[in-house]
Nanobody
Framework: QVQLVESGGGLVQPGGSLRLSCAASGTMLGIDAMGWYRQAPGKQRELVARIVSGGNTNYADSVKGRFTISRDNAKNTLYLQMNSLKPEDTAVYYC??????????????WGEGTQVTVSS
């Protein structure tokens, strides 16, 4: 089992910043890819940013230049620094990881989500 605990969400004014964290724990050998997704009311869940074990990253076009994803492998923790926030960034943000459970065995896990609201 892999547990993911997100933190850092909240209410922020347009133009403000927030930093999300996702701490992974459980019985696993390590973590391959890690990512942040978000789901706004009435919309499908979408990829925000993703980072693989080697450090390569990719971002949704809507957040490029404003959001930065990073990870601390020693702590099995994922971060998302969100700057210049806009009302359209309002959503529940979910952490997702591919945990390495054994040779060529992976477990995909989701966090419970943290609410981000951008409003004046």
């Amino acid at each position: 089992q892999v547990q993911l605990v997100e933190s850092g969400g909240g209410l922020v004014q347009p133009g403000g910043s927030l930093r999300l964290s996702c701490a992974a724990s459980g019985t696993m050998l390590g973590i391959d890819a890690m990512g942040w997704y978000r789901q706004a009311p009435g919309k499908q869940r979408e990829l925000v940013a993703r980072i693989v074990s080697g450090g390569n990253t990719n971002y949704a076009d809507s957040v490029k230049g404003r959001f930065t994803i990073s990870r601390d492998n020693a702590k099995n923790t994922l971060y998302l620094q969100m700057n210049s926030l806009k009302p359209e960034d309002t959503a529940v943000y979910y952490c997702n990881v591919d945990a390495i459970m054994g040779w060529n065995r992976y477990l995909n896990a989701w966090g419970e989500g943290t609410q981000v609201t951008v409003s004046s």
